[in-house]
């Protein structure tokens, strides 16, 4: 059954991969996001709005039997009738008796991400009841035979050209491809369904304790029409809709369409308490509280802050897969980062299986969500879940639990790589092709070879002229910093030692952990980190000092994470968290590097790519810039600089090489684009995918790490 699943999803990939018309689409649509978002929030202070967001769905969280029930009865009061479904079976249940017992033909539904999760459509068809999409977007996927490919944007992924093509169908005459007139022919065909329909079903945005009220976020005129012409309104709104009061519901709408659109405000906000009169008939308000796995959520300790989520989809319109891709890959019923957690909880791991894999981890999601969710952690702790659930791999298993934990083996075994690599290189640090089932890695990047001598061999022949030390650091390598670019460490020393700082090699160090910890190998992971914890504090550095942002994530929060069930060892982590820092914040902060390196003189301009892990995991950024310019260099920003570079570690070797494969093109555009001839980063694994994109693509741009630029100049 997994292989026949992830064949069917390696498939759709491809088809999204084989549509660059598709992709095209939804980058214009992410620029575009991405300028309207940052003015629509211009005057405001984001930080300090998601963290009051944060707070609001924390303390229902928290409590929620008491708002459970505050709702229930302030709703009652009104003459609502409250049900609350235990899963999506029992709310369609429901739903459909009630029409049934009406007499109900013809129901119109305005947008409603919560009748997707339940496949409500199909249960009220089998039951002989037609539901009539009243979204534009939602009418169009309905026509399509299709399932929405974004939250709030369903047909974002379809062109003009086919919604005219359905539409003709559905009126049976020729509709021209022009947007206008099939907002027109929408509308014509959309008018009657409000008058002859028995039921309106909708969604809601939030839902209010306070007040037993919901409301309803649009930009269409059709929740109003459905929720208000038929003579009953049913509601199905999830538990975690529900907020305390009306000023909480108010902060959320405030944040909302900024985030979802980029909008300053929605077109509608519609705020229903209680059934609306219909002229002299009883009104009848129905709302349908959907649990369906949010109470096992809520009970994750690892999870339960996905429950913060106020649907605004925008951790989809920064995902660079979900550009590469769309949503009707990266997603199941909800999209992008937030619905690979939904999915989990209220479909079952197994569905979420591929949508865990094909997340590549730049938490470009985290920085933009506006219920504070650390997704990615998330995400790591169900790929974890997954590694318990189906395992890792024969391959990953023998590799992890065997040789990597085994630092000696591990190391030995690299050495022997530099040499049977001898026949592929030709003497040259480059693999420009590999040859049988391996080609593929190379086609389109070339790749580093191993060092012929990693870092570790030559520390002790690297000299440090420092006669009066002002620090004396650990440096944590890494295994790309040691045994594939090691010349990053000889730069390092040039550096610091020119600022006075002497330089640390712990011989016992060993990998960081992220590629067991990324693949589900939690138990290597947490051995790796007791590992280098006692390698790096051994010599009682004044700081740690990384050239890999990934390395310092993995120091600063994972090794914590890792062994927080351990008293002693997690004082040991947190004392080397404290300790660890980026290479360029601790020139910039410990050592006042930008005006100790004033006055440097380099005319060759250079653009910037931020890693990933630097800027949203580090919070690194500024300072890579201001050591490049006190350098004399002049930085010229790149379109999309901190948009990912598709390395990913194994992502782009055994997960997901095609949508890397794009990701990549997309960024050797943009350093194209930008016109100067130098590349600056601070990950050596964005610089393999870099440097390997640019020499494979014949484009004369240098990829360099900002280290080695800063060592250049001063040597």
Same mark, same amino acid.
């Given at each position: 059954m997994n292989k026949a699943r992830n064949r069917h999803y390696k498939d759709r990939v491809d088809r999204a991969l084989a549509s660059p018309q598709l992709q095209d689409a939804l980058h214009k649509f992410g620029d575009a996001y991405a300028v309207s978002r940052a003015n629509a929030f211009a005057a405001y202070d984001f930080e300090a709005l998601r963290d009051g967001i944060a707070r609001i769905k924390d303390e229902v969280r928290d409590n929620h039997q008491r708002y459970l029930d505050e709702f229930t009865r302030n709703a009652a009061a009104t003459g609502a009738t409250v049900y609350l479904a235990s899963d999506a079976a029992a709310a369609n249940a429901y739903i459909v008796d009630l029409a049934h017992r009406r007499e109900v033909k013809l129901i119109v539904k305005s947008k409603s991400m919560a009748s997707e999760e339940t496949h409500l459509n199909k249960a009220l068809e089998k039951n002989g009841v037609h539901a009539l999409e009243t979204d534009l977007g939602e009418w169009i996927i309905q026509l399509a035979?299709?399932?929405?490919?974004?939250?709030?944007?369903?047909?974002?992924?379809?062109?003009?050209?086919?919604?005219?093509?359905?539409?003709?169908?559905?009126? =049976?005459?020729?509709?021209?491809?022009?947007?206008?007139?099939?907002?027109? %022919?929408?509308?014509?065909?959309?008018?009657?369904?409000?008058?002859?329909?028995?039921?309106?079903?909708?969604?809601?945005?939030?839902?209010?304790?306070?007040?037993?009220?919901?409301?309803?976020?649009?930009?269409?005129?059709?929740?109003?029409?459905?929720?208000?012409?038929?003579?009953?309104?049913?509601?199905?709104?999830?538990?975690?809709?529900?907020?305390?009061?009306?000023?909480?519901?108010?902060?959320?709408?405030?944040?909302?369409?900024?985030?979802?659109?980029?909008?300053?405000?929605?077109?509608?906000?519609?705020?229903?308490?209680?059934?609306?009169?219909?002229?002299?008939?009883?009104?009848?308000?129905?709302?349908?509280?959907?649990?369906?796995?949010?109470?096992?959520?809520?009970?994750?300790?690892?999870?339960?802050?996905?429950?913060? +989520?106020?649907?605004?989809?925008?951790?989809?319109?920064?995902?660079?897969?979900?550009?590469?891709?769309?949503?009707?890959?990266? =997603?199941?019923?909800?999209?992008?980062?937030?619905?690979i957690i939904l999915t989990a909880?209220?479909?079952?791991?197994?569905?979420?299986?591929?949508?865990?894999?094909? +997340?590549?981890?730049?938490?470009?999601?985290?920085?933009?969500?506006?219920?504070?969710?650390?997704?990615?952690?998330?995400?790591?702790?169900?790929?974890?879940?997954?590694?318990?659930?189906?395992?890792?791999?024969?391959?990953?298993?023998?590799?992890?639990?065997? %040789?990597?934990?085994?630092?000696?083996?591990?190391?030995?075994?690299?050495?022997?790589?530099?040499?049977?690599?001898?026949?592929?290189?030709?003497?040259?640090?480059?693999?420009?092709?590999?040859?049988?089932?391996?080609?593929?890695?190379?086609?389109?990047?070339?790749?580093?070879?191993?060092?012929?001598?990693?870092?570790?061999?030559?520390?002790?022949?690297?000299?440090?002229?420092?006669?009066?030390?002002?620090?004396?650091?650990?440096?944590?390598?890494?295994?790309?910093?040691?045994?594939?670019?090691?010349?990053?460490?000889?730069?390092?020393?040039?550096?610091?030692?020119?600022?006075?700082?002497?330089?640390?090699?712990?011989?016992?160090?060993?990998?960081?952990?992220?590629?067991?910890?990324?693949? =589900?190998?939690?138990?290597?992971?947490?051995?790796?980190?007791?590992?280098?914890?006692?390698?790096?504090?051994?010599?009682?550095?004044?700081?740690?000092?990384?050239? +890999?942002?990934?390395?310092?994530?993995?120091?600063?929060?994972?090794? =914590?994470e890792l062994l927080s069930d351990d008293p002693a060892w997690r004082d040991k982590a947190a004392r080397l968290a404290e300790r660890t820092l980026d290479v360029s914040r601790f020139i910039v902060e410990k050592l006042d590097g930008v005006n100790r390196l004033k006055g440097l003189a380099d005319p060759t301009g250079v653009t910037y790519h931020d890693s990933c892990h630097l800027k949203r995991g580090a919070g690194v950024w500024r300072e890579p810039r201001a050591l490049l310019a006190a350098s004399g260099r002049e930085v010229t920003e790149m379109a999309h600089a901190d948009r990912c570079c598709g390395f990913g570690g194994s992502y782009s070797f055994t997960s997901h090489p095609n949508i890397a494969k794009r990701i990549l093109g997309d960024k050797v555009d943009d350093i194209k684009d930008s016109g100067v001839p130098c590349v600056a980063m601070d990950c050596p694994g964005c610089l393999m995918q870099i440097r390997g994109g640019l020499e494979k693509q014949g484009v004369p741009v240098r990829a360099a790490h900002t280290i080695e630029l800063l060592a250049e100049m001063l040597d």
């Open positions: 035979g299709q399932r929405p490919s974004h939250m709030v944007m369903p047909a974002i992924h379809m062109f003009k050209e086919e919604v005219a093509e359905l539409f003709s169908k559905e009126t =049976g005459r020729a509709e021209p491809a022009e947007i206008e007139h099939l907002v027109k %022919v929408a509308r014509e065909q959309l008018r009657q369904g409000y008058l002859a329909a028995d039921m309106g079903i909708s969604g809601a945005n939030i839902a209010i304790a306070e007040t037993g009220g919901l409301a309803l976020v649009t930009n269409e005129g059709n929740a109003r029409l459905a929720t208000t012409l038929p003579k009953i309104h049913v509601a199905l709104v999830g538990v975690d809709k529900i907020v305390p009061t009306l000023a909480d519901a108010v902060d959320i709408v405030r944040v909302l369409p900024k985030n979802a659109t980029g909008q300053a405000i929605t077109s509608y906000v519609s705020w229903i308490r209680g059934a609306v009169p219909c002229d002299d008939t009883d009104k009848e308000l129905h709302i349908v509280l959907l649990d369906n796995g949010r109470s096992q959520l809520a009970a994750s300790p690892s999870c339960r802050d996905a429950l913060r +989520c106020i649907r605004c989809g925008a951790c989809a319109n920064v995902c660079p897969v979900y550009q590469t891709v769309g949503g009707h890959v990266f =997603g199941h019923i909800y999209i992008g980062a937030i619905g909880f209220f479909d079952g791991l197994d569905q979420a299986a591929e949508l865990v894999r094909a +997340c590549i981890g730049c938490r470009a999601c985290v920085e933009v969500c506006p219920g504070k969710i650390d997704l990615e952690s998330i995400i790591l702790h169900l790929r974890e879940e997954m590694g318990d659930y189906e395992g890792i791999g024969t391959g990953k298993s023998l590799v992890f639990k065997n %040789v990597l934990r085994n630092r000696k083996l591990f190391h030995s075994l690299l050495r022997t790589a530099s040499l049977l690599q001898k026949p592929l290189t030709r003497g040259e640090r480059t693999i420009r092709h590999l040859p049988l089932f391996f080609s593929s890695l190379t086609e389109w990047r070339t790749l580093p070879a191993v060092a012929d001598q990693p870092l570790r061999d030559l520390w002790s022949k690297l000299p440090q002229p420092v006669q009066q030390p002002r620090y004396r650091v650990a440096c944590f390598g890494g295994c790309l910093n040691d045994f594939v670019y090691p010349e990053l460490g000889e730069d390092l020393i040039t550096v610091l030692n020119r600022l006075d700082v002497t330089v640390d090699y712990p011989l016992d160090q060993n990998c960081c952990g992220i590629p067991a910890l990324y693949s =589900g190998d939690r138990e290597t992971a947490t051995e790796l980190a007791r590992q280098n914890i006692t390698a790096l504090l051994a010599g009682n550095p004044d700081y740690v000092v990384t050239t +890999c942002p990934t390395c310092t994530m993995s120091l600063q929060r994972d090794f =914590g």
